[in-house]
């Protein structure tokens, strides 16, 4: 059946087949459905003009909890002046009960505006904008002096160079041209701040400049090597299985010792803390542990794991560490690990430099959780008794840990085969370009004495101490960056780099 709504008035519609009593009939009702619809869509229209014209009324109504007046919406009721049956339309309004509850004032309220008080001055009633610079604007409304000749100055160099004129909108050309000129300035500052004077130029001038000769350096050394240091060292003579050189004393009063319970021997390791003035880091001098006993080298890592070492300097040769030794002292290849005793050693990330090989390193106790994260820089190229083959590659090392916010204040243990001679001889470098970069010039024979009272092993020939010389006058050389003072500097580097060959053909004879 088809529900089209053709069909559905066709009855009404389709009366050609009806009777004409039938067709009349028909006609007669639908012409009163019309007039019926007609008559309720006017009364939906005039109900709807009504409701838009009859706003509610407001009235009070005391609250019981209260007290206090409260406004109450109503249907639109007939006012005491208006007559019954009027409907007051328009805005709402209140009875004359409802003023008397809200408003409780005895005079009839005045009809005339009422006159405010002016405000302070200080907090003005209407805000225009400035028609004068900001500042002198917020100053004249305060109450405060004018500005000085220096300041309206610059405020007007300010104004001129950004080019504000009453606020006027700016152009595309005009926003290009302020970013040209907003690139130029940031250039220029680039440059003054390449430019800016290095804190330590003025004592790093005065460094090369006072720097000993040849037979000042041996005679420097001959003091420093004449020190005979008489304290106790009974941990050290006590565990010579340890140690791999007897001459080299450990003192026992800034040794490491092993927070280890258990027999005196299970305590010690072949490490020495120490303390120089103007270095606010922990400083530990360390000797390559016995690789062919694990046990040595789990002392070496416990060691790490209790003093909170972040940064190892490893001044050894990879023959020395690596896969030829009986014991590790750690695996070389990222995500790689190895138990040594009680000691899980975590292999993180590996990064190589040339000689200049970088670990990143996990270090944790069985039965702990606070594992320590320490990088290890291992130098392989710097022979013993020898210059280091790229000093560049120290004095890398050297820079980052300046540097870097990241290990400036973190504890170093620096270590050598034997926990003196290179191991010393990069403190010295460490502390005293150190103190370069503060301004204080630094006195080579003062730091080494210094470390040689905590560590007496620290001078080991007069070639490792002479790169000391080295590895400073390669750093102010770097740093000044002066064509005209570079040539002073190359000089001293080839007269320590001589007298240093001169040690070296000795030797050899």
Avoid at 382 to 393: D, F, I, N
Wanted: with cysteine; aromatic share 6%; charged share 25%.
């Amino acid at each position: 059946m088809d529900k089209s709504p053709k069909n559905k008035i066709s009855p009404f519609l389709n009366v050609r087949k009806k009777s004409p009593t039938l067709r009349k009939k028909i006609s007669a009702k639908s012409k009163s459905i019309d007039e019926n619809e007609k008559e309720r869509n006017s009364k939906k229209t005039v109900t709807k003009q009504q409701q838009q014209q009859q706003q509610p009324r407001m009235i009070v109504k005391k609250s019981k909890e209260t007290g206090s007046a409260m406004l109450k919406p109503t249907t639109p009721l007939a006012d005491s002046k208006t007559k019954p049956g009027n409907i007051q339309t328009g805005a709402p309004t209140l009875t004359a009960t409802a003023q008397a509850a809200i408003f409780p004032v005895t005079k009839p309220l005045s009809t005339t505006p009422i006159k405010h008080k002016s405000p302070p001055e200080q907090f003005p009633a209407v805000v225009k904008m400035p028609t004068t610079p900001p500042a002198k604007e917020c100053q004249s409304k305060m109450g405060q002096a004018p500005l000085q000749n220096t300041e309206t100055q610059t405020l007007k160099t300010l104004s001129e160079y950004h080019e504000i004129k009453d606020l006027e909108p700016q152009t595309v050309g005009d926003m290009f041209r302020d970013i040209d000129n907003a690139t130029s300035q940031m250039n220029i500052l680039k440059t003054d701040i390449k430019k800016m004077k290095w804190i330590g130029d003025d004592v790093a001038r005065q460094f090369v400049d006072k720097l000993p000769n040849e037979e000042n350096l041996t005679r420097e050394y001959n003091f420093l090597d004449s020190f005979e240091i008489k304290k106790p060292c009974t941990a050290f003579q006590n565990n010579m299985e340890r140690n791999r050189c007897a001459k080299h004393i450990v003192l026992d009063e800034n040794r490491v010792v092993l927070d280890r319970p258990g027999a005196e021997n299970l305590n010690y390791i072949n490490a020495s803390r120490i303390k120089v003035p103007d270095f606010a880091n922990k400083l530990f001098v360390a000797q390559l542990p016995k690789m062919e006993n694990e046990s040595f080298v789990e002392d070496f890592w416990y060691m790490v794991h209790q003093e909170q070492i972040n940064i190892i300097y490893l001044l050894c040769s990879e023959e020395l560490t690596g896969p030829k030794t009986p014991t590790k002292l750690f695996r070389e290849n990222a995500e790689e690990f190895q138990y040594v005793g009680k000691m899980f050693i975590n292999t993180r990330k590996a990064e190589v430099v040339h000689d200049l090989k970088i670990y990143t390193i996990e270090v944790l106790p069985d039965g702990m959780s606070d594992a320590v994260i320490c990088q290890v820089h291992q130098l392989t190229s710097w022979k013993s008794g020898k210059e280091p083959h790229k000093l560049r590659l120290v004095i890398k090392m050297i820079h980052e840990f300046l540097t870097e916010k990241e290990v400036q204040n973190s504890t170093v243990c620096v270590v050598s085969f034997l926990g003196s001679g290179r191991a010393c001889c990069f403190l010295a470098a460490l502390i005293s370009i150190a103190q370069l970069n503060k301004g204080i010039l630094p006195q080579i024979p003062e730091i080494f004495k210094s470390i040689k009272l905590q560590r007496p092993g620290a001078t080991e020939n007069l070639i490792t101490y002479s790169t000391t010389y080295l590895i400073i006058l390669d750093y102010i050389k770097r740093k000044l960056g002066d064509k005209d003072f570079n040539p002073k500097v190359n000089e001293s580097l080839k007269m320590i780099r001589n007298f240093m060959a001169k040690l070296n053909h000795h030797e050899v004879q």
